[in-house]
């Protein structure tokens, strides 16, 4: 357990819906990132938030994604209209400092679009 | 960010040595190489970084060839436990944000 939580674990949703999950980073991080995972392929780079402000969006980041993160605390990442490709494995991921060398990743929302 | 090439599997003996090596022939000098490593169903983990220097910490072992295009994380003893996806990532030291890029990495298969 690294202290990064993430909720809900696995999402079941018909197409078209929409969904929102949430991450609760380590207390005294104050950078956030979001990542998408698919299978067989690394991590790949959404979105970034120092405090909470929203520094960096990935041009991954369609205008169906919107990511949140009020008071610098627990951040949301919501899509609207999902599609299949969609699917995938959505990580948080939270660290500190001016330059940090490690980012902690929590368990990741596992996200399935029938 | 450089680009880095890394093996797509290898095996490994339980109690022995797993040297994973990673080529990043296009790295900058203000450029880091870091490790992470993914273990099934779970978030990746970071192992260990450096920027020229070989590093060791409880984890593992970095060794930087003198040029520093290429690098080694070594296991010292591997366990069934390692079994996991090994990422290298080369980053310079960010001025804003540090987000890490991800390849492929390596899928290193312990063995009893």
């Known amino acids: 357990d690294t202290g990064v939580s993430q909720d809900p674990r696995h999402k079941i949703t018909k197409r078209g819906q929409n969904v929102t999950f949430r991450c609760d980073p380590i207390?005294?991080?104050?950078?956030l990132y979001w990542y998408r995972q698919t299978l067989g392929q690394g991590p790949e780079f959404l979105t970034y938030?120092?405090?909470?402000?929203?520094?960096?969006k990935s041009r991954l980041l369609s205008d169906r994604f919107s990511a949140e993160r009020p008071k610098g605390s627990f951040s949301t990442l919501e899509i609207q209209r999902t599609e299949q490709g969609d699917s995938a494995m959505y990580l948080c991921?939270?660290?500190?400092?001016?330059?940090?060398?490690?980012?902690?990743f929590g368990p990741g929302t596992r996200l399935t679009v029938t | 960010d450089a680009k880095t090439t890394q093996p797509p599997s290898m095996d490994c003996a339980e109690g022995r040595a797993a040297n994973l090596p990673c080529n990043h022939s296009?790295?900058?000098?203000?450029?880091?190489v870091y490790w992470y490593r993914q273990i099934h169903s779970q978030g990746p983990q970071y192992i260990i970084h450096?920027?020229?220097n070989n590093e060791t910490n409880e984890m593992a072992s970095l060794i930087i060839t003198e040029d520093r295009k290429s690098s080694t994380l070594i296991l010292p003893h591997a366990t069934l436990r390692d079994t996991a996806v090994y990422y290298c990532?080369?980053?310079?030291?960010?001025?804003?944000?540090?987000?890490?890029?991800f390849g492929t990495g390596t899928r290193l298969q312990v063995f009893p």
């Open positions: 990532i080369v980053r310079v030291a960010p001025l804003n944000t540090d987000k890490l890029i």
């Open positions: 296009t790295i900058s000098g203000n450029e880091y």
């Open positions: 450096g920027l020229k």
């Open positions: 938030f120092q405090n909470e402000a929203q520094l960096e």
């Open positions: 207390s005294e991080h104050n950078r």
């Open positions: 991921a939270s660290s500190s400092g001016t330059f940090s060398y490690e980012q902690y």
